[in-house]
């Protein structure tokens, strides 16, 4: 009896100094938190990194190519549109920049593998920042949304990511180094009416690379690679209709060249995640601790919802009589 006793004290006592260690490494990985967000971490070079993008010949995919080449990057252009794509690398050449282009679909894994074997042939430079941007929009109620176009949401949105990260993050691995960016949207944050393919695909997004990053971190392979999600808000690529929210100089359209800064910005700090604009996160952070209704009280008071519906009800009446 007594040996079981002494036992039980001795797994207490062992209890009380993981918590004990617990607490100050709690501590101190808040201190350094709260230090970065004072301090921002300095900014790594990208010189001489190669740098594959999704979507590379229109708005945001476009702006990161010829940014990043000016940083001294060597850019890889995927694009399903030929024409889009030549544009953005003459850009680029024009520049004095180095890039590659391939006419990819990369809902279609078979092509994404070819075209890295391809790479590999051309002796292009092995990727080391991989940015997941290419991305569709299809406006529709949800009872009335077409399922091919729904399929072809998760396919470009999601399953891409799927293809080109199984793709390129075996060499991150074996060099211990590597960046896998993926830009996501708000919408991976909160869901939003006509748009529901939309969002759903966003918000697997988040899961693919949280779950990612713990799987790599849990198995020791994380070393020398990070994750970055980015959510921007609302960007002027042609995608989505202004949502016309109240306080325009937080919520109001910003430029592709602009979404492009901040996300090149979020690379070069090894931000995990990172909004468009960086308010966006604390807001969230609020709504998610208050009950649902108040969170849908402040969403609403934002997007001005009283005012539109008695906008809509003023052009009923008028359409009526």
Known sequence: MSSIKSIFKLSYLHLLYDLFILSLKISFAMSVATFKMIIPPRRKSLLGETVLITGAGHGIGRELAIMLSSLGCVIVCWDIDAEANRTTLRTISENGGEAYGFVVDVSKRLEIRETAKLMRKMAVPEVSILINNAAVLYHSHFLD?????????????????????????????????????????????????????????????????????????????????????????????????????????????????????????????????????????????????????????????????????????????????
């Open 145 to 321: 949304q077409d399922s091919d176009l729904v399929e072809k949401t998760f396919s470009v949105n999601v399953f891409s990511n799927f293809w080109t990260i199984e793709t390129f993050l075996p060499n991150m691995i074996l060099n211990k180094k590597g960046h896998i960016v993926c830009v996501s949207s708000m919408c991976g944050i909160y869901g939003v009416s006509q748009k529901v393919a939309y969002c759903s695909s966003k918000f697997a997004l988040r899961g693919l690379m949280e779950s990612l990053h713990e799987e790599l971190r849990s198995e020791g392979k994380a070393t020398g690679i990070r994750f970055t999600t980015v959510y921007p808000f609302y960007v002027n690529t042609g995608l989505a209709r202004d949502p016309k929210y109240r306080f325009p100089c937080i919520f109001g359209v910003v430029s592709p060249a602009y979404a492009a800064e901040e996300i090149i910005k979020a690379i070069r700090r090894n931000y995990t995640e990172y909004s468009i604009p960086r308010c966006l996160f604390t807001l969230n952070s609020i709504n998610r601790m208050v009950p649902d209704t108040v969170m849908r009280l402040i969403l609403d008071f934002l997007a001005d919802v009283d005012r539109k519906r008695r906008e809509k009800l003023v052009t009923y009446e008028i359409d009526s009589s």
